[in-house]
C-alpha cells in the first residue's frame, strides 16, 4: 500500500513529485516518483542514502527512510517475511483500545487524542534492521506503507525502543530515539524508559493499567 508520508510531499516543497504520483497505481507503477531521495526523510545521524538495497521496496537504490508515524501501543504485522505489510487480524489490532494516531487506510483528529497532545506520539524514527530474520529485519522506503513507514511503542513483543525488532521505533543515537508529539514537541526517549510508560504514550486514549491490559 501507499504511504502516508505521499500526503506530504506538497507540505515539503516536493509540489512536482506530488502532482506526478498517480493514486491509481501501485507504489510499483509510481516507481518513478518512489525511487527519490528525498534528504528530509533521512536521519543525519544514521546516513544520507540507502546503505541496504537488500531491505529496500524492490531493492531499489534510493527512496529511503529513517521516519514513520505511529500506530499506537498494537501488534500491527504479520511477523513473517513478504507477509510484514499484511495487517493483523487478531490480538491487539491497532483499531481497538491500543490505537495511536496512524492506521492503515483510517484518520484521526485532534479531538480522538483525549490522552492529551502533549502525552501521545504523532512520529519518530523507526528501525533499519537486517539481522538474518524476518522478525529482525525491516523494509525500507519512504513511499511504501505498513511498517516502512509506521512504528509501534508496544507490538506483540513490547522490547521498547531500539530493539532488535521491526515494528518498534529504532535510531542510530546512542541510549534512545526521538520521537515528535501531537503538539509539536520533539523528544529524546531513553532505552530503558518503562514498558508500560512507552505503550501508553503511543496510544491516543488514557491508558488505565498495564501494557497486558490495552
Known sequence: GTSWMVLVLPLLDRGTMSRRWSFSKSVTGNRAVAEQDIPLFYCPSRRSGVVNPGIMFESWTKGGNDY??????????????????????????????????????????????????????????????????DATTSRDGWAVGGPSTLFSTCSDRCDGPNSPFFEE???AHRGGVFLGLVDGAVRFINDQIDRNVFAAMGSIGQADGPVSGF
Open 68 to 133: 514513520g508515524g505511529c500506530i499506537g501501543a498494537c501488534n500491527g504485522f504479520h511477523n513473517c517475511g513478504a507477509h510484514e505489510t499484511w495487517t493483523i487480524a487478531f490480538g491487539r489490532r491497532p483499531g481497538g483500545r491500543c490505537r495511536g494516531v496512524f492506521g492503515v487506510n483510517s484518520h484521526t483528529r485532534l479531538a480522538d487524542v483525549t490522552d492529551g497532545a502533549s502525552q501521545t506520539v504523532l512520529i519518530g524514527e523507526v528501525q533499519r534492521l537486517d539481522l538474518g530474520e
Open 169 to 171: 521505533p529504532g535510531s
